[in-house]
């Protein structure tokens, strides 16, 4: 998929890129972003909403990848901003990102965090609470400005999708329920509010979900209530927010939809609602963070040792594991693998990808048809762009990799691998050290 391909070495290449040169050059394990997959990913969202001449905002989730360069691009490629904390808000703006296009989303936002986001005039809060909602309020009064605001509420769906990240449903953390009184009670209040302009609404139902069902339930339902809330000419809202959660192919088990298919649908939904109820049709946006850079990412790794259990399994060892994507051993999330040093040599074998943490549940992929492999050959796992190098960790002090973005040929180093003492950076000592 996007620019990955097989050269005349017999070597996987992206972005017109050996990714062989890429490993030599820049060290394993390497995350390796194929840009143009990413900007055509981009377009594709932003035409649909066009073509169908809908008023929309593409917001990138950036805790799916932040990083200075990650938020640069999206900016080239006309999208808002979703940021989820502190850290990422700054990210945002030290990489030049217009405040007014970022939405700060988070169930726990602290005081610092709504601070600086009011300070820089950050475009639209999400605002999950009660008490959210009324600190907000109140720290915009202390600074003298007034803010944007959708709520977030959860419309009671149960998305198809792993436990962990099914969110939409009434029991969970975030937002404010739908059907029991708490958002009509938080429009209330938000309508009282002197420093508040309240736009909309924001649902997200969960994340790699590969059916419109959801989308267009929860639509369904948020449209009812907005039809509720104008007959009480109480407020018409002008944004409706659908967050993200559209699937991605990792493996040739998942069967997702294209995502412009997602926002035809629902932008249809939404579009029947509105007209049933004679409603004005509200701006559509939404979220998107792994169906945007998800099948972008590639990881490299080296292989290095390998253990035979005998007549039961092969594991093959590679210089990452957990530390670089957590979510094998976290969800057990499926992913493909190839040798790239030799992408065209056939399968021969069946191995299971070990990582290098001190871990039993540190496995990368189970059951894997490799070539014949050796130490020093260089595995590609595909998929990795999403929720990989923005949930790794320094596990067994192991420096999390760098990140290369490809494009046209060229390869541009956009975050630089950790080293020993980066792991020691932010520790004090006990006593001066006396051995070296
Ligand atoms: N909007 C909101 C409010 C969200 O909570 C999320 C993801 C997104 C948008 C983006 O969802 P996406 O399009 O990426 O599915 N760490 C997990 C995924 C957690 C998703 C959290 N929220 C994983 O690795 O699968």
Known sequence: HGTAKVNRLGHLEIGGIDTVKLAEEFG???YVYDVALIRERAQSFRTTFDTLGVKAQVAYASKAFSAVAMVQLAEEEGLSLDVVSGGELHTALAAGFPPEKIHFHGNNKSIEEINLAIEKGIGCFVVDNFYELELLEELCAAQGKKVSILLRVTPGIEAHTHDYILTGQEDSKFG????????????ATALKSGHIDLLGIHCHIGSQIFETTGFLLAAKKIMAKLNDWKAAKKFEARVLNLGGGFGIRYTSEDDPIPASQYVEEIIAEVKNQAEAYGLKMPEIWIEPGRSMVGDAGTTLYKIGSRKEVPNVRQYVAVDGGMS????????QAKYEAILANKALEQPEETVSIAGKCCESGDMLIWDLPLPKSSSNDLLAVFCTGAYGYSMANNYNRIPRPPVVFVENGEARLVVKRESFEDMIRLDLPLKEKVRN
């Open 324 to 331: 670089d994507n957590i979510r094998p051993a976290l969800y």
């Open 176 to 187: 404010f329920g739908l059907e029991n009184g708490q958002a009509d009670s938080a429009i």
């Open 28 to 30: 394993t394990p390497l």
